[in-house]
């Protein structure tokens, strides 16, 4: 009855299953990721930090990212950012981040930047709306986690559509910078956590932890709530479990 009403005054439909009523149902909310998984894309760039993903960029994690990010579905940033904070929990296990004292920040979730006139187009920046969304659920989780806005643009890139790994790369080559220098190095330093919504050639990444890491920062790795799948030859590059496995 509640679904039926909701479609009636508000015209919604679940993005995955295309129920009506909720943006995201019951079911198909129950069925998202609840853990990450190494992800490193093939060819993966030199010097990468691990990279962690929930789950394959297709099916209902592709249908919600894009939901949220293109026609502006706010009510999935909050179950897309729970997407994120279980692949940075899992990434920050797996590189054996320390605990710290109890309610200190130890981990800093830095989004990677979108280009502004992107962010004015869409009226929203998606990527902040579900990195804060996963922050909270890291602290609710006991985790203590922070969101801090490190990078900004450094000048224009062209429309990354169509390039392939190695043209990303030149492409995004110093187009990001950090906004501020790290402090000095001590106990309480948190880490930083290079986040975003889909990894694909990992350019993007690559770009953000070399503009932290000219600064100072210690990156961590990278989180995202999707990877694509990429296969180029033969050299499969560092191994990780199969993104058609990461999903629960």
């Avoid at 930090?49 to 502006?72: Q, T």
């Avoid at 975003?196 to 990278?222: F, K, N, P, S």
Wanted: net charge positive; with cysteine.
């Amino acid at each position: 009855m509640w679904d039926v009403a909701a479609d009636l005054v508000l015209g919604s439909v679940c993005a995955v299953c295309g129920r009506p009523g909720r943006v995201l149902c019951p079911r198909c909310r129950a069925a998202l990721p609840r853990h990450g998984a190494p992800a490193w894309p093939t060819p993966a760039p030199a010097g990468l930090a691990p990279p962690f993903a929930a789950g394959e960029y297709g099916g209902p994690l592709r249908a919600l990212v894009n939901a949220h990010k293109e026609r502006r579905a706010f009510a999935l940033a909050r179950p897309l950012g729970h997407v994120l904070a279980a692949a940075v929990a899992d990434l920050v296990h797996a590189v054996g981040w320390e605990a710290g004292e109890p309610g200190t920040v130890r981990v800093v979730l830095v989004p990677v930047p979108s280009r502004p006139a992107v962010v004015r187009s869409r009226g929203h920046d998606p990527l902040l709306r579900l990195t804060r969304h996963a922050a909270a659920r890291l602290r609710q989780d006991g985790r203590p986690a922070a969101v801090h806005r490190l990078l900004r643009p450094a000048r224009a890139v062209r429309d990354q559509a169509g390039l392939d790994a190695g043209d990303r790369a030149t492409n995004l080559a110093g187009s990001l910078r950090a906004t501020r220098p790290a402090g000095p190095d001590g106990r309480g330093r948190p880490g930083l956590v290079v986040v975003d919504d889909v990894l694909t050639t990992g350019a993007t990444a690559r770009e953000a932890q070399r503009a932290l890491e000219a600064d100072g920062h210690r990156v961590l790795g990278i989180a995202t709530v999707a990877a694509t799948r990429r296969r180029t030859g033969p050299d499969q590059g560092p191994s990780s479990l199969p993104l058609s496995r990461i999903c629960d």
